[in-house]
């Protein structure tokens, strides 16, 4: 992306008039579209007052989106994006929602756990079917492995921190997924759901031939 | 075991001679049936030829059992041993050898690590009509929790030491057990297939009315 | 659980609606009764303002219940819940309560920690006659191995996160847990009541003839 | 690859016999090429005698392939295998080999590692033109980084344990790599070569509209 | 320092009183210069308010500094402190500060992370003219190895606490560096800026002949 | 006592000829007695044989000892060393040979993991009376806690390394022990007896007012 | 100590009403001496309104104290508590004020760490001459290795958690006692002064003939 | 150096015609002089009857050298090179060799551990007269801590992996040293005296007017 068409900004740590400083310093470089992530609603509405020109926020996903320029789509096929539990949507819904404005179809498949696994089976075209997966889970993390073993397409998978005890702030979830028997997986940073979007997002482009 | 009518000898790190001296005096204690774990083939051999009475070797399992009387057996019901991949098979023949030697009816499911999910659902009628499960993996370990959350039977996880890298020796598939987000899962300790199938005798006795 | 006839939600890191809104999606889908972990006594006033029907607090436990139908009743025998300090007590509580709920009778044996011995030694009885024990300590977790070597019954051993320092937020006490040189212990995650009671729950209906 | 045309065996562990059993069972099973991974010059000698049919080595990287159909060819484009020191040829390697065999064009540039980031911008072309990049390092692992931060396609980042002391054995370039400020890099498990491999190829597949 | 002609005290954890004593105390004992490192603004203004004498605040330092004499200049040469990311800054200028005060030319060169190369290489004549480098990185921490790969004089590399997940408050960066593969790299401790800055002086020094 | 009247050598990691040279030295320097730990059998034959004057050798301790001059003698009361297992043997006995050389009475109760606590019971007085007790274990290290709750002298606790899987070559017992809920305990590092038995011998001589 | 004639509260994380039942009882119970450790000045307060008698409060130790008789004096020697930091401080206090009120003559060497090791020169005269040393240190813990390289009495180290970065909270330090080259040092956990207090009043009562 | 006149080979993993190939390379380019690191004794005979040219052997630094042409003297002051104990002699030699290879006076100061810190006095001169210090330690690495607080210029500290339990191969040393209270102290990786050496060499030539 920074070597691409959108700038994203990393807000979480920064002050409210920090981030609108770097927004206002890009938007005068004239880049095309700029994302904030790990933004909080008072961010959203601290630069909606003061940022010239429209803002977006998704809530759930903590992203504003500052939108200037069209971005070049990638019409064939989807990606999607699994999820474990409920505490895992947030991460997931940043891969969504930055896959959404980078101009990807994107198919949700949230709440599909291994301790219910059949209501992953229930979904198995929407993930087969898609040119690349985004495989969100905390805990123990072994959705990625499952997921993998059902499919022949990449599988970026993102550990999230959700968990107590023995898992370490997502230690364990990101060591299941590095240690995956499943062929095709590959990992990002625990909560890392924009960098599983961005290289998701790359792939669904070559498979377009959008890269 | 130890406070019951078996004793266990941990042979690893032992030389023969020490294993035998320990299994004569145990004999002449009365000790009822004495079981060697962590049993190299040459140990047995050594053993064989050095104690009076019978002796067995179960070579997969590395156990050696000098068996003097009769077990009480747990006639209703079975205990389903499943492991993930082949290189796991000596951590779960461990288990299973314990568990017959303990007089219970074992079946088990090798090779269903969830990368290919199919062999494990072909199989579901023996997990799910067991009264406990020992479920063996290494890797990422997700076996345990894909299972446990198909049956209603508590799962005895085991991780194993096998795999490489950010495995850290059975780390990982630890990890994955503790975190299980299926319920019903206890765990033992990396590689203690012994550990495991002590509790799922216990279990085991406990639902044939015998302990 | 989950898999069962009881649904339960782990409270903690969810606000009040949210909670609310899955307790009254359950209820409408039919579920039987409703468990909340790691509930706040504001959560529960809230829950009972607006939930329809009863709901009852169990304080010390941080647990509510949406009790609609009753449970199927495991007679005999019972489980021993055993604790080391009184700073453990809301661990072992959580497991308590969750056990009589789902129908077991349960012996509590509190403040037994190995510190002060004797006074583990004077309920050993109870602790001998269970059908299935939990044992929850923090601090350096000695408490499961000097029961287990005590009982010929399965232990389900309980880390918590008590204590400072090298004791690393209860991996002290879960590595002790797992090392255990007595037979008959298997591990949950620290601070994890609830996972320990499933488990025991489990053991006790098979004792029961139930599962 | 196990769920598609290719087995793929883990050598290392494993004996000669076991090997050779494995092989044998999968080409009467019907499977069209067969790989074995981490394998010794003895290991390949030995099939060799005793398997029928033809059977390769790749000696750099510790492959031998039992080769029966050809494999659907990626025509378009390439993926380049990046490598940081000598150490790390190995992984490398086995990289490149598994990626020929299932049918791509690799382009290797190695020895380019961030101490001598000249002989990196010398080959920028080969690297900035793949469709993928396949990035090896260990000590440090800052190479994925700086490729990740040149180009504009994924990255798939593998984490050596070429080093020693604070080197941990590979977790220090696992880190590194986990944590890429740079965009589009994911991470696959210590010494991986083939698990990174395997997403190249489905990467590179995508974008020739073979998968 | 505390062994030369300033003393340093580390004011976080203190109270505002506390510090204030062990200022006082060094006046009174002669100390030519004091200074203050981790300082708020609310403590500045509190020193100010009831100190004799002049105080300096260096906001983005986050240092207060109570000068008395003049310090020895090193006039040849110059200290080059790179950093990394923005959040790093507070850390960069720590270091930047101290040089300052102690007597050093200081050129700062900040945002000059691994993800934007050609930010580096465009000052790499005020990095290559320096006596000695301070380098600042957290994330993956890769720009150290990467400066040092660039320069024959000594890098002094500073980890910083800026990440989440996989970084683990610095660890990472802190292994990157002490596993540089690159030449010339000694490393200090996490977030450590004010330690990198004596030992750039104590060189820049050496160089001018004043130690 | 290197400071004191008798010289230590590490002797593990050093050829015989670098032990010989050692020993030769001290010996001319005036030193009293030489003690080697972790002396191979192959060692001490090679120092008998090379060495001039008597050399003892205590095989279970792997020590070997120049003994030249008489030690000055605790008479009052006793050491108790106290293992748990076994394989803990040789980290016990090279605690109790070493207080023996340095002149205490050691009563030695091995044998007594927490798995069997009776044992440990029946020998509460030799324990009791001791003025200080050194207590050897590993797997999960219970015992230190255990002996510290039944006695109100201090302990001086040694972690050993035996174990396996989640033992971490001795952090279990090494946490446990530091983290013992009783008072009195106070821990050295994992297998050092000779580092508990100097500690031991210090308290021992101070009751004898000795020291 | 509980299994002594005092005992000790460990305040943190219960309220003042626990605090003030767990007083009451112990009171009625006839115990002599009840101390709290990691008392805030609000529950000293608290206690002295709703406690019946006298209650004495030691800010700078944290450490409240209901006397009630007077204990056995330890009139010979004393027990040096040596501290390296200000910030270590208040955990030496908890051992220095503990030790007080069990009877021992504490002698108080503050700040002297080995950053200016001349300090701890001049107070050598009080530091060997003591019975027993308490020796804490945050940082990197060098103090204790320090001390007991130049006394022959047996020093109990105490690692705090002072220190940021790779200190990792106290690891450093504690890692750097257990791995003490110096003889005669044994190790508390981190922060636990009372611990170290206790071990080291055990002591000087055996010195004094007192236990 | 790399970057410089001499190319330095790290030796241990390579075969030895590895080596002598890389060796053959290096004097082609025309390198000056070529340096290999743990060398063993066979690998030096090896390249002597190989390699054209003269080749030097450094046995307890494991260093082989064949010089080609002269290198710049540093010949104002020297560096001196510290180590504690004798098994830290290998890395120190490492150090002081290297350092004498690029041409800087070295004065080793060896076996002045802090257990027996007189020697380490009575050698005072010879470090605070360096221009700079390498400090080599293992087991708790405590010695760079007491020369840095004894001296002003700076300290290059190198932990080793010298120890065992609770060392973990060099982490307790690395984490002292990174910890260090005293000012003026930068780390390397552990065992890695080479490093230590090349930035003392470039902190030297700065002193020389030579960089
Ligand atoms: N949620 C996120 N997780 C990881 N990296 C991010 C995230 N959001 C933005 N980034 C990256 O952080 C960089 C911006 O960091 P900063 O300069 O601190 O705002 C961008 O180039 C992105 O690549
Ligand atoms: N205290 C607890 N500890 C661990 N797991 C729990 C706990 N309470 C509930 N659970 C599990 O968490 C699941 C619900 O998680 P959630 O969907 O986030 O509410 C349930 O199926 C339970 O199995
Ligand atoms: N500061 C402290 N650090 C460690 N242990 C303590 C401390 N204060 C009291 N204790 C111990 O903790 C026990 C009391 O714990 P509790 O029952 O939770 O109050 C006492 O028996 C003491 O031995
Ligand atoms: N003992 C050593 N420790 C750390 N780095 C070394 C050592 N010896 C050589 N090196 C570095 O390793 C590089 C050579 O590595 P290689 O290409 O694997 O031979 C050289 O440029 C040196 O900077
Ligand atoms: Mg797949
Ligand atoms: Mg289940
Ligand atoms: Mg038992
Ligand atoms: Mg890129
Ligand atoms: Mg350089
Ligand atoms: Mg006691
Ligand atoms: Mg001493
Ligand atoms: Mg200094």
């Known amino acids: 992306i920074r070597q691409g068409m959108s700038e994203v900004v ?3 740590g920064k002050t409210e008039q920090q981030v609108l400083k770097i927004f206002e310093r890009m938007i005068e470089k004239g880049e095309v ?22 803002i977006d926020y998704y809530e759930a996903a903590r ?27 947030k991460v997931a819904e940043e891969a969504a929602i930055i896959l959404e404005i980078l101009g990807n179809n994107v198919k949700r498949v949230y709440d599909v756990g291994v301790a219910g696994i059949h209501r992953l089976f229930s979904h198995l075209d929407e993930i087969q079917s898609a040119n690349v997966i985004v495989a969100v889970a ?14 022949s397409k990449p599988v970026i998978a993102v550990p999230t921190s959700v968990g107590y005890g023995a898992n370490f702030k997502g230690l364990s979830a990101l060591l299941t997924m590095l240690n995956s028997c499943a062929n095709g997986v590959a990992v990002v940073n625990i909560d890392n759901g924009f960098g ?16």
């Open 10 to 12: 990393f807000c979480e």
């Open 33 to 54: 579209n700029i994302i904030g992530t790990r933004a909080s609603k008072e961010l959203y509405e601290y630069l909606k007052e003061n940022l010239k020109g429209d």
């Open 63 to 89: 992203i504003v989106c500052a939108k200037r320029v069209e971005v070049k789509k990638n019409p064939k096929g989807h990606v999607a994006v699994v999820s474990a539990g409920t505490a895992d949507l």
């Open 138 to 151: 905390g805990m123990e993390g072994a959705l990625a492995s499952v997921v993998a073993g059902l499919v």
């Open 196 to 211: 599983a979007a961005v290289v998701a997002h790359m792939i669904n482009s070559l498979a377009n031939g959008n890269l």
